[in-house]
């Protein structure tokens, strides 16, 4: 089982930026693949951008062009950049990851995929 650990929320005004970190440990960070969800209040749990072993990357269309992930695999850490924040982004945002080789848009997006989850980091995006 991979243990995960996010950082990085907190509170920012729009048009800020904040970057999260997930740091893993227990597994083979190489053979990984991580991903962002983020769950709102009141609503589901939905995916936000992964990054497969292959250093593929799939984002939502909600954060394309303003979020960025990226991976330092010398400190088994994926990183998060987050710019041009919109109050729609106020979530708590969780960190996953998968043994499992995805190969759709589709099985990306699935948070079934994802066996290791973090704790959740809160971001708040003020109007």
């Known amino acids: 089982q991979v243990q995960l650990v996010e950082s990085g929320g907190g509170l920012v005004q729009a048009g800020g930026s904040l970057r999260l970190s997930c740091t893993a440990s227990g597994g083979t960070f190489s053979s990984l693949t991580m991903a962002w969800f983020r769950q709102a209040p009141g609503k589901e749990r939905e995916f936000v951008v992964a990054l497969d072993w292959r250093s593929l990357t799939y984002y939502a269309d909600s954060v394309k062009g303003r979020f960025t992930i990226s991976r330092d695999a010398t400190k088994n850490t994926v990183y998060l950049q987050m710019n041009s924040l919109k109050p729609e982004d106020t979530a708590d945002y969780y960190c996953?990851?998968?043994?499992?080789?995805?190969?759709?848009?589709?099985?990306?997006?699935?948070?079934?995929?994802?066996?290791?989850w973090g704790q959740g980091t809160q971001v708040t995006v003020s109007s």
């Open positions: 996953a990851a998968t043994r499992r080789t995805l190969v759709t848009t589709a099985t990306f997006e699935d948070r079934r995929n994802y066996g290791d």
